[in-house]
């Protein structure tokens, strides 16, 4: 209950301020689907519709109601369709060439797969992150393996090292429960003294970030800088 619902408060913290443009399109929508509800016949999508809504709460931003906006875009469309299963083909080739079209953006190239990464063999990971991840898997590994990263790829190191994955690889908002930062905080204390923090510099300068900003200010407040590359800043914790 703490984690799936009463974390979504803290979660909603990493928002663009509670009243953000896509949270007054995503209410916008929900009130044109009410009144298709209300007055159209075919009512089993909207329903779906409706339910569908819910990925975009608490934090309402670009990626949680675009993908929203599609759904409602979609089921708009089939409602008002004059050329029937026509039409609902036309709508799965664009759903197949949305997802190739973006795999094409991506830097992910199908020479890195399989790669060798452990336990992510069989991932798609680009080139880059392949290199980034042997290469910060060395320098841990120089540090005795006791490292927090302030980013999104702690659990890639922690597990491709044949490590347990923590609290400390989830330190979005909301991944500890309600009041999260205290119990995440009591864990960074609980921490070996030799532990290696990698800052990621992308989660200080990103505004939608979530990761709880107080844990980055108390990281480089408190925290002595042993270095830093293109990605990271890497600071140990003083006592």
């Known amino acids: 209950m703490d984690l799936g619902v009463f974390g979504l408060f803290d979660f909603g913290s990493s928002n663009q301020g509670s009243f953000s443009f896509y949270f007054f399109l995503t209410v916008l929508l929900l009130v044109v689907e009410v009144i298709l509800l209300i007055r159209g016949k075919n009512k089993l999508f909207l329903f779906y519709l409706m339910a569908f809504v819910s990925i975009t709460v608490p934090i309402f931003d670009y990626y949680h109601v675009w993908l929203y906006f599609i759904a409602f875009f979609i089921v708009l469309l089939t409602m008002f369709d004059p050329f029937g ?18 795999f094409l953006q991506s830097d992910i190239q199908l020479s890195n797969y399989p790669n060798d990464i452990s336990h992510f063999e069989y991932r798609y990971l680009s080139k880059k992150t392949i290199v980034n ?18 980013g999104p790829e702690g659990y890639l190191h922690k597990i491709s090292l044949d490590l347990d994955a923590t609290y400390l690889e989830m330190l979005c908002s909301g991944n500890f429960g309600y009041h999260g930062y205290d119990k995440m905080m009591n864990l960074i204390f609980e921490r070996e003294e030799d532990t290696l923090f990698f800052l990621r510099k992308q989660e200080i300068d990103h505004s939608n970030s979530q990761i709880d900003k107080r844990l980055i200010s108390y990281i480089q407040k408190n925290g002595v800088l042993q270095g830093e590359d293109e990605l990271y800043y890497f600071y140990l914790l003083n006592e």
Do not use: G, T
């Open 85 to 102: 299963k026509r039409f609902l083909l036309f709508q799965v080739f664009f759903f197949f060439f949305f997802i190739i079209f973006s």
């Open 133 to 150: 991840i042997q290469k910060y898997n060395k320098m841990i590994q120089e540090n005795n393996n006791h490292f927090v990263v302030i």
